[in-house]
């Protein structure tokens, strides 16, 4: 038996849905194969995925607190399972964690014409009834549906992100796809990937993946828009007399000239060397120059810095609120 998916994250059936994802993503990062290999840690991680996934989807958790994780199987009609609990008679209960009055889980997907039983025109009964419901015109008919879209998260690293990049995905007992996150993509950016949700209903065609991107920062570059920024380190002597520094880019390496005088913190733009994404114009990098001295305990160090220094009080003369 499956176990309750609250269980799965630990947290409680009333949690909000910050909770809920607090808990999926420390759970996340602790079982994912790259940093826990192995077929348990392995196993764990599709788990936590697949409890995410239902319990961060308003309406499938909605289903899933109703009926348990019978809720969750493939052509599971939720307006059958009512009048099959309300009206059945107690022919069995469902298993699951959501509980609710006895039903045969059978009767909701259309199985229990025959034997256990069932009067034979029961499921006829549904047929005719729902058919009527949602407009069909012939005994038992139903009208085709699209699925649900279904929704996950996927981390990437911030390279992958600005240059684009492509990742596997697997929800549990269904074959791996491969997803194209386009060049561009942000913290919080969606992506709708069609046919890859929930199965249609009576013929209609599946629903839709939502992707939702969360993306890990780089240790040097920072992200403003489409713009980035980057701190770059230089000599006393290349401030001071001007030289040339070779800058990392998304485009790859650029060299830049420093200008003779430079002061610490002073920016320069590299345009076009920012985030480019697909119809748009590319970013921006901004380079923002750190002047670096030497620390070592050195007398001719010392003399030197003293030959160098301006006034303290004098520089700071302007800074006021």
Request: charged residues 30%; glycine residues 16%.
């Amino acid at each position: 038996m499956a176990r309750d998916l609250y269980s799965v994250l630990g947290v409680a059936r009333d949690a909000d849905e910050d909770t809920i994802k607090k808990a999926f993503r420390k759970l996340a990062v602790q079982y994912h194969p790259d940093k826990a290999p192995g077929k348990a840690n392995e196993a764990k991680f599709k788990e936590i995925n697949r409890a995410y996934e239902v319990l961060s989807d308003k309406q499938k958790r909605s289903l899933y607190d109703e009926f348990g994780e019978d809720s969750l199987q493939q052509g599971f009609d939720p307006e059958r399972a009512r009048f099959v609990r309300q009206y059945g008679g107690g022919r069995g209960r469902a298993g699951g964690a959501g509980g609710g009055a006895p039903f045969n889980v059978e009767e909701i997907f259309g199985g229990g014409g025959g034997g256990g039983g069932v009067p034979g025109d029961f499921g006829d009964l549904f047929g005719d009834m729902f058919g009527r419901i949602r407009g069909g015109g012939a005994r038992g008919a139903r009208a085709a549906r699209k699925g649900q879209d279904v929704e996950s998260e996927v981390t990437i690293d911030f390279v992958s992100a600005v240059k684009g990049t492509t990742v596997q995905l697997q929800r549990e007992g269904e074959e791996p796809m491969t997803v194209r996150i386009p060049a561009g993509a942000n913290e919080g950016s969606r992506i709708r990937v069609p046919g890859q949700g929930a199965p249609g209903m009576g013929g209609g065609p599946a629903g839709d993946l939502l992707l939702t991107i969360h993306v890990t920062p780089h240790p040097l570059f920072k992200r403003e828009g489409d713009d980035l920024r980057l701190d770059v380190p230089v000599s006393i002597g290349e401030a001071y007399f001007g030289g040339k520094v070779k800058v990392p880019t998304p485009d790859g390496e650029v060299t830049l000239k420093v200008p003779a005088h430079t002061q610490s913190g002073q920016v320069l733009r590299l345009k076009g060397k920012g985030v480019a994404r697909k119809g748009k114009e590319a970013g921006d990098l901004y380079v923002r120059f750190l002047i670096h001295v030497r620390t070592e305990e050195d007398p001719r160090v010392a003399e030197a810095v003293k030959e160098l220094d301006l006034p303290g009080e004098e520089l700071r003369r302007e800074l006021r609120f």
